[in-house]
């Protein structure tokens, strides 16, 4: 929905720049006594720019500045983007989320641009049948137009089978200019444009640039129809005729017509009558090119040119055909000697700090916050913290547009590996080897952040340290790490290494069973098992309504609420194999029921003791809670 709205918002855009290009141009040429019913193909072409997402071809240059290469690269595919979004591959036939799970924000703003549509609509076309029913007893006369006492000004009614419908005290030649007028409205289809230019409106009804486009249209076009009624006649009957539109607008303003004689700016129109004089063949031709070239730009939509591939200029071996040999790939390599080691605190290396900070908002793990928040201007480079490979690079409902990047095995055998989340953008992909200093993203504010910022998480062996004692930060943002503060550190990740192998009881218990499936979709967001302090399962971080999946088959054996658990399902596998599924939001099976691998038990929520929306799962064995067994042994979870 998000990409929806944002694609039709750049429609919009697109439709008031051409609307306000139009406005100059035809303030220009009505000054030089331009045709208006050239003005108003111009305001067509606006009208038509503001509903069709597509357009002729400009090829612009591609920005040196990769920030914005970057920014229109992303409004370019927005603009590409179907305002109607196909519907989801259903890859099995799992229970549907229900739709109060499903709204967003954006599912709002829709809304409230649906009902805009709907009052203008209705207010149209209650207006419409007010106007038939009011003249329903009006009459044929001999010049072939409808009169009657029901009938108190001149107007057009009906889009299909428009008809003419004139007072009776209208006489003489002032009757024949007024006729003329609404006949040309007929010849010309505008009881058919206009209600088709002002629905045009009402989908952009949030959009003053729309309105101004209808407006300005309207008058144009009512401005057309004097220029025929009036041409070729002498001035009395000009002025007879600029009597009679005074006249009826100031009665006609109480009727609800769509073509009513004297609609509009009458001051002008009657000022425009009086000036107004045929133009010579050359200044028409002048000002029918400027239409025409005016009509093209409106149509016009920009594109960037493709990023041009670079290539260097190496000279040519001198080997034959025959004895040259294709080079092949070195596999990268990633310089480790610059990670920590926290055996030698003294002489511990730093990485570089990965973005030019104003301040810093600190690791807290009291109040979950996993690292530190680099505060700094929208669009502020990031740069990879030492060397290493980039594991991910994807949006992320929480993190926003993130990276995180495997640094490798310090001397002391521990893995390190960084994360960097909120960006703007990525500048790198998964798989691709960076150094440290490489630009790797942009500071922005994605994901569940208050501004803009890089949230900068640091792990040895999967357990969380506080970046301050391991990165280069400025003056006293940077804190010593000593030998005491090393050792618990590197306690703590031995004994975190220790309890995600897989044991060799575990592997007894789990023989012949096939691997489980993550119980959520990725990537997912894991805290560590840990039951000798009483967590004896695995937490997965997840956006409430999330689907919750049964990571195996298996039949339910309960499905119910605990003031602890909150809603909860326990299935079992056979050969004394059983897994929970606590905190959900509600629940889709019940106990008794068959269930297969990936179907759908419940969506995540926060319901018992629970301090945020996730999904607890805990995996047992030979039918005990007291045989827990670390669901990394058979879920295949990424590195978190």
């Known amino acids: 929905m998000r990409s929806t709205v944002f694609a039709f918002l750049l429609l919009s855009a697109r439709g008031g720049v051409a609307a ?36 002729i071809p400009l090829s612009l240059p591609r920005p040196q500045n990769t920030q914005l290469a970057a920014a229109a690269d992303t409004v370019q595919e927005l603009g590409e983007l179907p305002l109607v979004a196909p519907p989801p591959a259903v890859s099995a036939p799992a229970a549907a989320l229900p739709w109060y799970a499903r709204l967003t924000p954006w599912h709002a703003l829709a809304a409230v641009w649906a009902v805009g549509v709907a009052v203008l609509a209705v207010r149209g ?66 009881p058919l444009t206009k209600p088709l230019f002002y629905a045009v409106a009402c989908l952009h009804w949030f959009n003053p640039l729309a309105w101004l486009a209808f407006c300005t249209f309207e008058r144009d076009m009512e401005a057309a129809c004097d220029e025929a009624a009036v041409r070729g006649r002498p001035l009395p009957e000009r002025n007879a005729y600029c009597e009679s539109l005074l006249h009826f607008a100031v009665q006609g303003r109480s009727i609800p017509g769509s073509l009513a004689f004297g609609q509009g700016s009458v001051k002008e129109r009657i000022v425009h009558l009086l000036h107004y004089r045929r133009l010579g063949a050359g200044a028409l031709a002048v000002c029918i090119a400027v239409v025409g070239l005016c009509f093209a730009a409106c149509m016009v939509r920009p594109e960037l040119s493709a990023q041009p591939e670079t290539t260097t200029a190496t000279p040519e071996s001198p080997a034959t055909a025959e004895t040259a040999q294709p080079a092949e790939t070195p596999a990268p390599v990633v310089q480790t000697s610059a990670l920590p080691t926290l055996s030698d605190a003294t002489n511990s290396p730093r990485f570089i700090c990965p973005v030019k900070y104003k301040y810093i908002s600190r690791f807290a793990t009291e109040n979950s916050h996993r690292g530190d928040d680099l505060c700094a201007d929208e669009g502020t480079e990031i740069y990879a913290a030492a060397d290493g490979v980039v594991l991910a690079a994807q949006e992320h409902y929480s993190w926003g547009n993130f990276v995180e990047i495997d640094h490798g095995t310090d001397a002391d055998g521990l893995r390190w590996f960084t994360l960097y989340a909120h960006m703007q953008s990525c500048a790198v992909q998964v798989g691709q080897t960076v150094t440290a200093g490489q630009v790797i993203g942009y500071v922005g504010s994605t994901g569940h952040t208050t501004g803009n910022a890089c949230h900068f998480e640091m792990q040895v062996n999967g357990t969380l340290v506080e970046p301050r004692y391991f990165t280069a ?8 790490l000593t030998q005491e503060k090393a050792d618990e550190i590197l306690a703590e990740a031995v004994r975190r290494a220790a309890s ?49 999946y049964a990571v195996a088959g298996g039949i339910v054996t309960v499905a119910d609420y605990d003031v602890e658990k909150g809603n909860y399902v326990v299935l079992d596998h056979g050969g004394g194999l059983e897994t929970e599924y606590q905190h959900m939001k509600s629940l889709l099976v019940s106990a008794g029921q068959s269930v297969v691998q990936g179907q759908v038990l419940g969506y995540v929520g926060s319901t018992g003791n629970s301090t945020g929306n996730h999904l607890h799962l805990e995996v047992w064995k030979g039918g005990s809670k007291a045989n827990a067994v670390n669901p990394r042994s058979c879920i295949p979870i990424p590195h978190n």
């Open 20 to 55: 306000l290009a139009a406005w100059a141009v035809c303030k220009l040429l009505r000054r030089a006594h331009a045709p208006s019913r050239l003005l108003c193909w111009l305001w067509l072409a606006v009208g038509l720019r503001f509903v069709l997402p597509w357009g």
């Open 473 to 480: 930060y400025g003056g006293s943002d940077a804190a010593e």
């Open 125 to 190: 076309i209650v207006g419409y049948i007010k106007l038939k029913r009011h003249v329903a007893l009006a009459c044929k006369t001999s010049d072939g137009c409808y009169g009657g006492a029901c009938v108190t000004a001149p107007f057009t009614l009906g889009i299909l089978r428009p008809r003419v419908y004139l007072p009776d005290d209208l006489h003489g030649t002032a009757r024949q200019a007024v006729l003329l007028h609404e006949q040309t409205h007929i010849r010309r289809g505008d």
């Open 500 to 548: 995600d192998q897989v044991t060799a009881a575990d592997g007894a218990a789990l023989s012949g069973v096939d691997l489980f499936t993550l119980p959520v979709a990725p990537p997912p967001q894991v805290s560590g098992y840990d039951p000798e302090n009483g967590h004896p399962g695995i937490d997965f971080a997840a956006e409430e309504g999330a689907e919750v």
